[in-house]
């Protein structure tokens, strides 16, 4: 089909090519988490993380990733949490455990030996739990030393119950025994700041002032690129993890509804790609938008230009959420696909979009892939999520709700 297609009740495909499925046994509900792993006898297991329970996560073998096998699925300690994020560094994972009300456990995130991919084998856990935390939404772990990730902690009041995850970072050189090592939030959250509380944003557009996505790069170990949701894109020096430092802030709400997600360096252009999140049902929050970032004076961030927005006229009322959420983030792994040129994003309701950015004061969409709503959808609608591709240049992306796992190649 092609991108002037309008019924919603088949597939729309652009420039990708479906090649495989999987509903994950039924647990087609997906996070944010996806990572490659290169077994020790040869086979690539995707990892996936779940967006609710019962599922922790879910390991797939996709070595032919026409047809997926799934090799694991593990239980969550109990209902009222979730595993939304991992990350793997080598055989070592990383699982992020958030719970639905502030008090209750397990809250952190968890280390997992998974050298033998049936069969995972906790190595550590590093507690987040408190009166006032959720624990961990978000973690980032490449280098096999040091979790950066969206977190609550025991000793962390904030003023606002919504700002309850700040930025922190942890040791885990010794897995058995993870150790925070540094910690920043935003001045004027946290009881007993001297500064005084940001403004807060009006109505359903105030999603709180706390922490997202939490990347660090190899190009540059001493800068966080921190997505702080209604505070808007900040980027840390962490040179002394013990004492990060704000080098710059970028906020684009108001006029906007807010919720930056995600911030991909992109080094050797100069630039920053910043995605918000949609995170309310039938447009309420539009436009939630990619946007591209002149980063070449790093301590004056400039807005350049948008990804064009897929069709309000056709999404909007589709069901779900219609919006951009997560991209592809450039994962300082070698089973992680690297590029400058080509941005690919998901858009919940719709699906999955990719865009040349190589003049980046006039991207363009490129290819696009929207599936049908998969059976028993609650919103009616395909809702994807999230997206990784391989340094294969092969695609993944998954539901939020039913839908499991999409397999795509790219035919640009």
Avoid at 126 to 152: I, K, T
Avoid at 382 to 402: A, M, P, S, W
Wanted: hydrophobic share 35%; with cysteine; proline share 9%.
């Amino acid at each position: 089909m092609t991108a002037h297609d309008t019924d919603l009740s088949k597939m729309l495909l652009w420039n990708f090519n479906l090649i495989g499925h999987h509903e994950l046994n039924g647990f087609g509900g997906m996070g944010e988490g996806l990572s490659i792993q290169l077994a020790k006898d040869g086979r690539r297991i995707l990892w996936t993380a779940h967006e609710s329970a019962p599922k922790n996560f879910t390991g797939i073998d996709v070595t032919d990733p026409r047809n997926p096998k799934v090799v694991c699925q593990t239980e969550l300690p109990h209902q009222r949490m979730r595993s939304n994020s991992l990350e793997l560094s080598g055989d070592i994972m990383a699982v992020a455990y958030q719970v639905k009300e502030p008090g209750l456990k397990p809250a952190g995130f968890e280390l997992f030996d998974v050298s033998t991919p049936e069969n995972p084998r906790s190595i550590g856990f590093f507690d987040a739990s408190g009166p006032y935390s959720r624990g961990v939404h978000q973690l980032w772990f490449c280098d096999g030393e040091y979790v950066h990730m969206a977190a609550g902690a025991g000793d962390f009041q904030p003023r606002n119950q919504l700002d309850d995850q700040f930025y922190r970072i942890v040791d885990v050189r010794n897995p058995g025994k993870p150790v925070e090592v540094g910690r920043w939030w935003l001045p004027g959250t946290r009881e007993g700041d001297a500064e005084p509380p940001p403004v807060r944003h009006k109505g359903k557009a105030d999603m709180g002032f706390r922490a997202h996505n939490t990347n660090v790069y190899p190009q540059r170990p001493d800068r966080c690129y921190l997505g702080y949701i209604d505070a808007g894109m900040i980027i840390l020096d962490i040179a002394d993890k013990a004492k990060p430092k704000v080098v710059s802030r970028w906020d684009n709400s108001p006029p906007y509804y807010g919720f930056t997600h995600t911030i991909l360096p992109l080094f050797d252009r100069g630039l920053y790609v910043v995605t918000d999140e949609s995170t309310v049902d039938s447009a309420a929050d539009w436009p939630k938008l990619i946007w591209l970032v002149d980063a070449r004076e790093e301590t004056n961030p400039v807005p350049i230009a948008t990804c064009p927005p897929p069709s309000y006229d056709l999404f909007a009322k589709r069901g779900g959420r219609f919006g951009a959420h997560n991209i592809h983030e450039n994962v300082p792994v070698p089973t992680s696909w690297q590029s400058d040129q080509v941005v690919i994003g998901t858009f919940f309701n719709a699906g999955l979009r990719a865009f040349d950015i190589s003049n980046p004061y006039a991207p363009a969409e490129i290819a696009h892939f929207v599936p049908p709503a998969p059976k028993g959808a609650p919103t009616g609608a395909i809702q994807l999520n999230d997206v990784f591709v391989d340094e294969r240049g092969i695609v993944y992306t998954v539901d939020r709700h039913i839908g499991g796992l999409y397999i795509l190649e790219m035919e640009f």
